[in-house]
């Protein structure tokens, strides 16, 4: 058995900080030059000799839109998470299936959806492409139950005794289920964590060991969360016992203070420092009783030999340059442009027009602006020239040309929607699809191995910190709207699961059925695993497919019927097709009738043949036997087994 550890001190969370800020300084930097590329803040910095008119600088958009495009492809169609159960068998199956909707309602509508904003998968996308790695945590979070955790047993004995279990067990489950109706029916967070601000550290071999979040905070509103205060020596103290004006101690400049969250294999402790001149302090500490820590990373794009790193490269790493460099000469060709369109006018007197160069002063007159569409009136003799400049136009576009080609090449391929010959498209399509996924297939597998770190995560969160069943609402479920799991029963960790995200459109689904169909075919893949491979589940196609097949049985087409009848009160119209059906039965088993002679000097005597389709021997039809009420109480409905029909009818959703 392990020893347990210490809790960390003060000096040694603040110089882990100070030297985890000093090892990642590079990947910092990092960091902030993609997102002033992305956000378009970084500067042109174009010579004073060059600038002629202060305020005009050109930032080429590309990367901000590349990475926005990118982003959202990944996320724009909900990912899909597949169980491989441990045994091959119908239960194992059935598991599978409800790990599955639990864990992607769980993860995508309930514990990735606490923040405003973007979901925790958006957020992780799109930092995996702009960053090169993203980070996210899974916390346990008991406020979501407060309901639940509101109840207490104690109270239930004493209020009814013998009967308190049932009774208690019977109100935390409604609690629990009316958290679920309102978004909160899992109590873990899963939040998605800035790349610039986490230090993470590891072992050799990859483990993680240590985390640390370093962040800027409001100071009033981070003082109040934790009820602190400044001291008389402007030490952090617990507010009831701080100064009685210790906020003007603080002054309108200081409004900010740095918050740090540390985690290691055994404990989590949070620290609030206020600055050189107001101190710091541990806020919050206990063990958090966790196999690990819960932190999720990915990385894309990285070199086989970075090791210790907390990012990747970005997607838009390569074309950086070239954006500055096009930003630059974009500038450079406004400035020019402008030069051109008003440039300097140098005036030009006659000889003896000396003393209009002179002012009132009798010094030389300054140079003047002048306005374009006014008329001037000049001594006679006097000229207006313009210089000419050097024709330097021309040859930067033709850089600026070559950098917008050289970009270009750099882009994704694309489908284009050109003309209207579509010989060949499926291949065109399967070869732009295969080039864009071997592109970016980095990129899309850190994102699916992240999601397979958080289900990992919330499962044992959920094992290890709950311990009770859990529900997630969901509004497809046709008969509770609830999807529950026992976690020490259904989460278990003896599966193998995968995520897919699929950012392909349906023109790629088309290829990719089409290409597991005809393997199917040639019985090189069985037909559970080309389900698989579509993001469906076996066992709920088969169930599909049988009450598909049963619905186009006689069986239920009658119950329909039946049902149909009696919705409307024509159970007449439907006795009278049984009749017809009864009597052309019995009809078809009898001879065919013998027509009788023609008396003497008359002509043949015609049968009642529906008399004797309905009778035996020609007795004649008979009236129509009496039936009861039939389903819904209409009389004339044939008598059917309509509760059978009925419970088969609302079955399959009918």
């Known amino acids: 058995m392990a020893r347990r550890r210490d809790a960390p001190t003060l000096e040694y969370i603040l110089a882990r900080k100070t030297e985890a800020e000093q090892g ?28 002629f008119v202060t305020g005009v600088s050109y930032k080429d958009p590309t990367i901000e839109d590349e990475q926005q495009r990118m982003s959202a492809q990944f996320t724009v169609n909900r990912p899909s998470l597949v169980v491989h159960g441990a045994k091959d068998t119908d239960s194992a199956q059935k598991n599978a299936t409800k790990r599955e909707k639990f864990t992607t309602s769980a993860l995508m509508d309930v514990c990735g959806r606490r923040e405003l904003g973007p979901s925790t998968l958006e957020r992780i996308a799109d930092m995996q492409c702009s960053d090169g790695g993203a980070w996210s945590k899974l916390v346990f979070q008991p406020e979501s139950w407060r309901e639940r955790y509101g109840l207490k047993r104690a109270e239930f004995k004493k209020k009814h005794g013998d009967d308190a279990d049932r009774r208690f067990n019977e109100a935390t489950e409604k609690a629990k289920q009316l958290a679920a109706q309102a978004g909160r029916g899992v109590p873990v967070d899963w939040v998605a964590v800035d790349s610039r601000t986490v ?70 402790t949070e620290v609030v420092a206020a600055g050189p001149n107001f101190g710091q302090q541990i806020v919050y500490q206990e063990r ?22 907390k990012i990747g490269s ?46 009132e002063d009798g010094k030389p007159l300054e140079p003047t602006r002048y306005d374009l569409g006014v008329k001037y009136r000049m001594p006679p003799g006097a000229r207006l020239n313009v210089p000419s400049f050097p024709q330097v136009l021309g040859p930067l576009l033709q850089r600026i040309q070559h950098l917008e080609e050289a970009k270009e090449k750099l882009e994704p391929p694309r489908i284009s929607g050109e003309g209207d010959n579509l010989q060949g498209a499926g291949f065109a399509i399967a070869q732009v699809l295969t080039d864009r996924n071997v592109r970016y297939a980095s990129v899309l597998g850190a994102l699916q191995d992240h999601l397979c770190q958080a289900t990992r995560l919330l499962w044992m969160i959920l094992r290890t910190k709950v311990k009770e069943t859990v529900y997630v609402h969901q509004d497809g479920d046709k008969e509770s709207g609830f999807v529950s799991v026992d976690p020490e029963e259904d989460l ?25 169909a005809s393997r199917v075919g040639n019985f090189s893949l069985s037909r559970d695993q080309m389900i698989e491979r579509l993001g ?16 186009n049985s006689p069986l239920y087409k009658n119950a329909l019927l039946a049902e149909v009848a009696a919705l409307w009160g024509r159970g007449d119209l439907l006795t009278r097709q049984m009749q017809a059906d009864r009597i ?10 013998q027509v009788a002679p023609a008396g003497p000097g008359g002509p043949q005597q015609v049968p009642d043949f529906a008399a004797l389709a309905g009778s035996p021997n ?19 409905v044939p008598q059917v087994p309509s509760q059978a029909g009925a419970a088969l009818i609302g079955t399959m959703g009918t």
């Open 288 to 309: 958090h009783g966790l196999a690990q820590i819960p932190y999720c990373c990915s990385l894309s794009l990285v070199k086989g030999h970075e090791r210790n790193r």
């Open 618 to 636: 020609g007795a004649g039809m008979g009236p129509a036997p009496e039936i009861g009420p039939g389903p819904g109480g209409v009389s004339g």
């Open 199 to 268: 230090y993470p550290q590891f072992e050799y071999g990859g483990r993680l060991t240590e985390v640390l979040e370093v962040q800027k905070r409001p100071l009033n509103a981070t003082f109040r969360r934790y009820r602190l205060g400044l001291g008389a020596k402007n030490d952090i103290v617990p507010e009831d016992v701080a100064a009685p004006e210790w906020r003007k101690q603080v002054g309108a400049n200081h409004t900010e203070v740095t918050w740090v969250q540390h985690w290691d294999e055994e404990w989590v």
């Open 24 to 51: 990642y300084r590079g990947q910092d930097a990092q960091i902030d030059t993609m997102r002033k590329a992305r956000d378009r803040t970084f500067e042109v910095n174009l010579p004073d000799e060059l600038t």
């Open 536 to 551: 469906d589940n076996p066992d709920e196609v088969r169930l599909g497919i049988a009450i598909d097949e049963f619905r």
């Open 492 to 516: 278990t960790d003896d599966v193998r699961i995968e995520w897919k995200i699929n950012p392909e459109q349906p023109s790629a689904e088309i290829v990719k059925e089409r290409y597991l």
């Open 314 to 359: 970005s997607i838009s790493e390569p074309k950086r340059a070239i954006v500055e460099e096009l930003s630059f000469l974009h500038t450079v060709a406004d400035q020019i442009a402008i030069k051109e369109a008003i440039p300097p006018i140098f005036e030009e007197l006659p000889p003896d027009g000396a003393q209009y160069y002179l002012g």
């Open 584 to 593: 052309a039965e019995m009809g078809m088993a009898q001879a065919p009738p």
